[in-house]
Structure formats: C-alpha cells, structure tokens
C-alpha cells in the first residue's frame, strides 16, 4: 500500500470515531449548543434521572427499615412519637428558618438525619429524640445511605401537605396516652438447651461463636457507660429497662425483644447477644451497630443484661 493510501484509510477510520462521540455530545450538551430545545431532556439529564431514582429506591428501603417506627410508613408523623416530615413548612425554607439553618434543604434535611437531634425541641410534643443514623457521628449508616435517604424524603416535595408540626409552646399540648403498664416478668426456666435459643442464635457464626466479655459484669464504670449509649441509642425502641415499651416500639412489627424477659435473654448467650448487636437482625428495625466498635458494644451489652442480672 502506498503511504497516501494508508493516511487516507486512517483518516477515514479517524472520522468514523468522531461520528458517535459528535453525537453522544450533541445529547448531552444539547441544551447548551442551542441544538435541543431547553424543555427536551439530553442523555446526561435522562442518566442523572435514573440515579436518583435508583437513590430514591434505596432512601425508600432504608426509610421503611428504620425511619417508619417514629415518622409514620409515610413520612406522616406519630402523634406524641415523632412530627410528620411529609410537609410542606419542610420543604419550602420555612423550618429552615425557624431552626436558623442558613444552607439548603438538602444540607438541612441531610445534617439532622445524619447528626440526630441530641436536644428535643419539645418533649412535650414528641417523645422520642431523633437518633443519630451516619457512622460520621457513631450511628449505623453509611454516609451514602443518608444521602439515599435525603433523596427519599426530597421525592415527597411536590404533594406535601401543610400541618402544624411545630405550634407555638403557649398552645395546649396535646393529651398524653398512658404509657402501657409493665406485665410481671415470666418465672426463670432452667438453663436452655439448643432448642431453647431464640432464633439468630441457633447458628452463631464463626468470628462471634464462643467470644467473651472484656469486661467484668458487675464494673460500675463499664456498666454507667453502657447505660450512656443505651439511652442514647437503643431506649427509643427497647424501652428504658429494656421491656420493649420504648416510644418507636408500638409502630414496629416484628417488635423489639424483651431484654428485661430472663427467658428470652436466657436464649440469648452472650456470644450470641454481640453477634446481633453487631450485625443486626435483617428485615427488622434492629440494625447493625458494629460502628460503635466492640468496646462501646460491650458496654452497651453488660448493662443490657443487667436487665434481668443472666450473665
Ligand atoms: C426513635 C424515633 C425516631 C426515629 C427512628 C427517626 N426519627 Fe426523625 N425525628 C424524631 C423526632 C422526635 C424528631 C424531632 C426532633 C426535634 O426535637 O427537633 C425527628 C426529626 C426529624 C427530622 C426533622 C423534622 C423537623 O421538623 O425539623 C427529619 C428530617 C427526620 N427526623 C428524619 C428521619 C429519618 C430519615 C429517619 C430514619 C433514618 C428518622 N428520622 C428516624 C424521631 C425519630
Ligand atoms: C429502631 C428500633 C430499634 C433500635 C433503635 C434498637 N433495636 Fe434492638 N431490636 C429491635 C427489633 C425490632 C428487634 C427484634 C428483632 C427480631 O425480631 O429478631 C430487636 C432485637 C434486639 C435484640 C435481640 C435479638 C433478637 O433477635 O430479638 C438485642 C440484644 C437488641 N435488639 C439490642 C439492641 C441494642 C444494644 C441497641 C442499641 C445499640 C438496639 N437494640 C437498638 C429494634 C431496635
């Protein structure tokens, strides 16, 4: 072949690649060449769509899995639990204000799932206190899970009602529902057999099975800073003795165990107890909290099972 034959080929092979990448750029900068009219979406638009429509996908899975207990299957609210999140004031820069967060709603709604809410606003409208859900600041979700969340709760936007989530503190508080009376605890039953274990614990796996506590079981201190992080992160759903009767509990289903119940705790080794601790309990709201870090774990363990004194 003669040399102006080869540049000639290659050139036409150059112009054949340049077809497609011309109209992959034309898609997607469309909008700015003027070529797509502005109310036509490009590929770019049409890809970022499906991204967050996969995120929203994932927000709402996540949100039916841990958010629902408090707020409501629909972002709707639990009277005396949790204030709905489905509304309007959420969305369109008024509760920003009146919380003096000066960023966007994203940034808002983002930092109070991802922080919590350490201080209530008004324990005397919402029992419950907003936990803390990013590793960032010890809770069990991955920064990306947040964000899904975000993407979640965004997506309600458009149809949010307006309600009164937050009346002024001179108006009359709602009436409070007794709390539900504590039943005698079941007689202790003899030492299990298998058989006698509750289910996750039938088949503990291999880097949990036979491990044990760093801690003696009777440490005031490990047992005060257990008794921390159980109030601050498991109360809301096990109850503030660990009968089941926390504020988030009533909305759960299956509902959180009873870990003031000496024949349910009996069940439950205490290889077995850090196990779920750490992992969780899939397809219930007991989340993985191997985030806290054994030690924090352990603590929070010892002063679980001094609920019943079973060691
Ligand atoms: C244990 C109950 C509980 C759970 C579970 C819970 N929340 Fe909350 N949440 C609350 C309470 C109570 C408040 C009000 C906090 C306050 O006093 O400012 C709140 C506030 C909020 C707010 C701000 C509302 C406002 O008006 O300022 C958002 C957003 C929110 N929660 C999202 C979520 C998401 C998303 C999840 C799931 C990852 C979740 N919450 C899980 C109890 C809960
Ligand atoms: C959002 C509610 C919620 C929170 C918060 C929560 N749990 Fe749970 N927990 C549950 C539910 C629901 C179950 C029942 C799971 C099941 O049916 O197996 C459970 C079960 C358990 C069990 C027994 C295992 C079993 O299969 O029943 C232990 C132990 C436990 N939780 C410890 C904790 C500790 C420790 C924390 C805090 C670090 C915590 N939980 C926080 C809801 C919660």
Known sequence: MSTQLKILVGMIFTLLTCVPLGVIALNDLGHDLGAVPKNQATGMDQRAAAFDGRAIEVGADLFGQ???????????????V???INRKDLFDGRRAKEIGWAGSIAGMLKNTIAAGRAVQARPDLYSAKMPTWSQEYGGPLRPDQVDALVAFVLNWQAEAPEVNAWPPAGAPPPTRTPGPTATPGPTPTPAPTKAGLIAVCQNVPAPYAGKKAPFKFDDKAVLAAGKQIYDDKCAA????????????????NPKP????????????????HFYVISEGVKGTGMAPWKSLGDDALWKVLIYERSFTGLQ
């Open 66 to 80: 841990y958010c629902y207990p408090c707020h409501g299957k629909r972002g709707e609210g639990i009277p005396q």
């Open 82 to 84: 949790a204030p709905p």
């Open 237 to 252: 759903c096990h109850g503030p003795l660990g009968k089941a009767d926390g504020p988030a509990a009533a909305a759960l």
């Open 257 to 272: 165990a009873n870990l003031a119940d000496k024949t349910f705790v009996q069940g439950m080794p205490v290889d077995c």
